[in-house]
């Protein structure tokens, strides 16, 4: 169907024969890894974080969570000197970058992934990419960050901008 008289548009190629995504370039230093769930008897087990994946060598030292209720969205931020390692354990989540270093040969690049508990996927976030993140489910869901730097309680590494600021090019409202 060359035109279409309604205005389809022909949907590009998002994911190969094995299912592995295809549809955008990573930002520089940005490392993901889809991970399998495991069938048992009684449930599923998910593996969030082996050393041995080698996504990055940065330590583990603190873990935790943060649940956004449907619709809701945690505002862009940034950090100076940590690493984020974000992986979706409960409902559907957008999970958005924008890569604002100068130096980076991916600068102004945007990553968009949409993850969660049915396809499992953990995002290494290197410092000073920011980063937006939307539930897009209809029901309360959770990410953990497994950060290399524990939060400084009296002196944060945590830069935001407001979630409708020009400086980066993307809306998480709908497309139409």
């Known amino acids: 169907m060359e035109n279409s008289d309604f205005g389809f548009k022909?949907?590009?190629?998002?994911?190969?024969s094995d299912?592995?995504?295809?549809?955008?370039?990573?930002i520089e230093g940005v490392r993901t890894?889809?991970?399998?769930?495991?069938l048992k008897n009684n449930g599923v087990l998910t593996e969030v974080w082996?050393?041995?994946?080698?996504?990055?060598?940065?330590?583990?030292?603190?873990?935790?969570?943060?649940?956004?209720?449907?619709?809701?969205?945690?505002s862009w931020h940034l950090h100076e000197f940590t690493t984020d390692r974000l992986f979706v354990n409960i409902?559907?989540?957008?999970?958005?970058?924008?890569?604002?270093r100068k130096d980076s040969p991916t600068y102004g690049l945007i990553n968009e992934f949409n993850i969660g508990a049915l396809r499992p996927m953990i995002i290494i976030i290197?410092?000073?990419?920011?980063?937006?993140?939307k539930n897009i489910g209809n029901e309360m869901a959770s990410i953990l960050n497994?950060?290399?730097?524990?939060?400084?309680?009296?002196?944060?590494?945590?830069?935001?901008?407001p979630e409708n600021s020009d400086l980066i090019p993307y809306s998480f409202l709908p497309k139409y």
């Open 50 to 74: 082996r050393k041995s994946w080698n996504l990055d060598g940065e330590p583990v030292e603190q873990v935790f969570q943060v649940t956004l209720s449907p619709g809701e969205f945690s």
């Open 126 to 133: 290197p410092p000073l990419v920011c980063h937006g993140i």
């Open 33 to 38: 890894k889809e991970i399998k769930n495991v």
């Open 19 to 26: 299912w592995d995504l295809v549809n955008q370039s990573l």
């Open 91 to 100: 409902g559907t989540m957008k999970i958005v970058l924008y890569d604002t």
């Open 146 to 161: 497994l950060v290399d730097q524990a939060y400084t309680y009296q002196d944060p590494d945590h830069w935001r901008i």
């Open 10 to 16: 022909k949907d590009g190629v998002s994911i190969t």
